[in-house]
């Protein structure tokens, strides 16, 4: 690609990356809340390094990653960017948990027991307490990992008293292709979900106040809606980057 191309390549990237930053803005307002609040994940995977570090240049902050040699790859060629903080999206195989505690801001994909002891017994060894995210699987699917509502209560029980682990909230993904109006009644029931879990658990040792839950839900196709229903943290890609390059 020669120069002038790369040139308006990032000149069109900034340019989505400020449309994204509005609607969230919007999206904000129009539900009460204050925009600040909102954390704009930047879903980078299948993107080079050279577009995350087009659009850090752009202001932006949080990058998402789903692959751990992929998000491995690049955070090495972009550890000269201060204050960039990763955020790792896809479920995290046992085998490669020691890669990524302490080194990501927040793993938003904890999905089972087995995860979480893994991930505790890295968090021990590195002496660092990993930020998770409690993914549900509210439709069911046998497609998705995430735990079931039901078992919600379980697991915040078994992740609050589990040294190394500090769980900050949840995180779901609705039944594929539904536009932003089908999936709304999902984020409803996640944040639904939150407020029983708030009620019950805020404020005690090693889990967020009652107001502090986070809520991980939200896309491209829907992340207006997701806010609208209280989302605090919103994974965006094609709206930002474009079209994924294959892997």
């Known amino acids: 690609m020669n120069e002038p191309d790369r ?31 909102i954390t704009l994940v930047a879903v ?18 949080d990058f998402g990653e789903n692959y751990v040699q992929e998000w491995a790859d690049k955070a090495a060629q972009l550890a000269d960017l201060p204050d960039l903080r990763w955020h790792f999206l896809g479920h995290l195989q046992r085998n490669k948990v020691r890669h990524v505690v302490g ?9 089972d027991m087995a995860g979480v002891d893994e991930i505790a017994r890295h968090a021990w060894q590195a002496r660092v307490t ?32 589990t040294p190394g682990i500090r769980l900050r909230g949840l995180m779901v993904l609705p039944p594929l292709d539904l536009d ?37 839900m939200g896309m491209s196709g829907d992340f207006e809606v997701a806010i609208a229903e209280g989302a605090t943290h919103v994974r965006v890609g094609t709206a930002i980057f474009g079209p994924r390059r294959p892997r």
């Open 7 to 37: 040139d308006t390549d990032i000149a069109q990237l900034a340019g989505r990356l400020a449309v994204v930053r509005g609607q969230v803005a919007r999206a904000a307002r129009a539900a009460g809340r204050d925009p600040e609040m």
């Open 44 to 61: 980078s995977k299948g993107q080079d390094a050279a577009a995350i570090r087009a659009a850090w240049a752009a202001g932006q902050r």
């Open 103 to 111: 080194r990501v801001a927040l793993l938003h994909s904890v999905d």
């Open 130 to 161: 990993q930020d998770v995210l409690l993914q549900v699987n509210l439709a069911a699917e046998t497609t998705k990992r995430g735990c079931g509502e039901d078992d919600a209560e379980l697991f915040v029980e078994v992740i609050a008293r």
């Open 180 to 216: 932003a109006e089908a999936a709304r009644p999902w984020f409803a029931r996640l944040r639904a979900l939150r407020d029983r879990l708030a009620a019950r658990f805020g404020g005690a040792e090693g889990l967020p106040a009652r107001d502090g839950w986070w809520l991980s």
